[in-house]
């Protein structure tokens, strides 16, 4: 079992930034991926972005060059910087790993993009 925590959401501006912390637990030695999706009011949950062990990452073209996932040398924690963010980033974010096929999701963080 993994357990997820986001931290950092919150309300910005179109154009700020905003970074999102996300702090697993729990057997995390199995971790292959770890990664972040999102859902907006309406839509369904989508990729945003997700992290190999070898680190290798994968980007929703929606966020490329505007998003950055990393983790920690004890990959486990995996932080997503967002930059240039635009309404249309506005959703429910939700950290993901994946450990020997299992998904496992945090409860999400909220990240509203307005003026």
């Known amino acids: 079992q993994v357990q997820l925590v986001e931290s950092g959401g919150g309300l910005v501006q179109p154009g700020g930034s905003l970074r999102l912390s996300c702090a697993a637990s729990g057997s995390i030695f199995g971790i292959s991926v770890m990664g972040w999706y999102r859902q907006a009011p309406g839509n369904q949950r989508e990729l945003v972005t997700v992290?190999?062990?070898?680190?290798?990452?994968n980007y929703a073209d929606s966020v490329k060059e505007r998003f950055t996932i990393s983790t920690n040398s004890a990959r486990n924690m995996v932080y997503l910087q967002m930059s240039s963010l635009k309404p249309e980033d506005t959703g429910v974010y939700y950290c993901?790993?994946?450990?020997?096929?299992?998904?496992?999701w945090g409860q999400g963080t909220q990240v509203t993009v307005s003026a």
């Open positions: 993901y790993c994946n450990v020997r096929g299992s998904a496992y």
């Open positions: 992290i190999t062990r070898g680190g290798i990452t």
